[in-house]
């Protein structure tokens, strides 16, 4: 009985220290990669700015080669929207263009609904730099407490930012062609 009552202290000890933990995390997170691509800004930013172009360059497209895709009438420019439903390593949810002054900005609401929801800011900024353009892709957004008791065990800028820097890394080859 007493090696019970001994694991149950240890084991409540153990969540309120992951609970004051998660407590200290910051309330909104951000995710940001930046690469330098030889082109020009304008011959980038289409590639960007329009949601069925994402084909050839996003990491996302190729995770669940079944997903289900829907696009509005408008697929480039600020108001286009696109939706996706995929297994579990895309999840489900919605983008909406917020802004896109041609050729430095994307701004993107960015919704999930699976498997956390979820809403978020995706930016994607274009600067001329000496050897081309410097393109960085960014996602920002609160963090609940659940969010944050979930980043005490995963480290969401490690996790995604991979996948940002392999999307940079195919926008670059793509762009150079």
Do not use: C
């Amino acid at each position: 009985m007493k090696m019970f009552a001994i694991f149950f202290a240890v084991f409540f000890v153990a969540v309120g220290a992951v609970l004051v933990f998660a407590a200290t995390k910051p309330d909104v997170f951000e995710v940001r990669r930046t690469i330098v691509v030889n082109a020009a800004p304008d011959k980038i930013f289409p590639y960007i700015n329009d949601f069925k172009r994402w084909m050839v360059w996003s990491p996302y497209e190729n995770k669940d080669p079944a997903m289900q895709r829907t696009y509005s009438s408008t697929t480039s420019g600020k108001g286009a929207t696109y939706a996706w439903n995929g297994d579990k390593n895309v999840g489900s949810g919605s983008m909406e263009i917020m802004d896109a002054p041609s050729p430095s900005r994307v701004t993107i609401k960015l919704d999930f609904t699976k498997p956390f929801e979820a809403h978020n800011i995706a930016d994607f900024r274009l600067e001329p730099a000496n050897d081309g353009t410097q393109v960085s892709w960014s996602m920002s957004g609160p963090t609940p407490f659940f969010g944050k008791i979930l980043h005490v065990f995963i480290d969401m800028d490690k996790m995604v930012g991979r996948d940002f820097e392999a999307g940079l890394a195919n926008l670059k080859a793509v762009a150079e062609k």
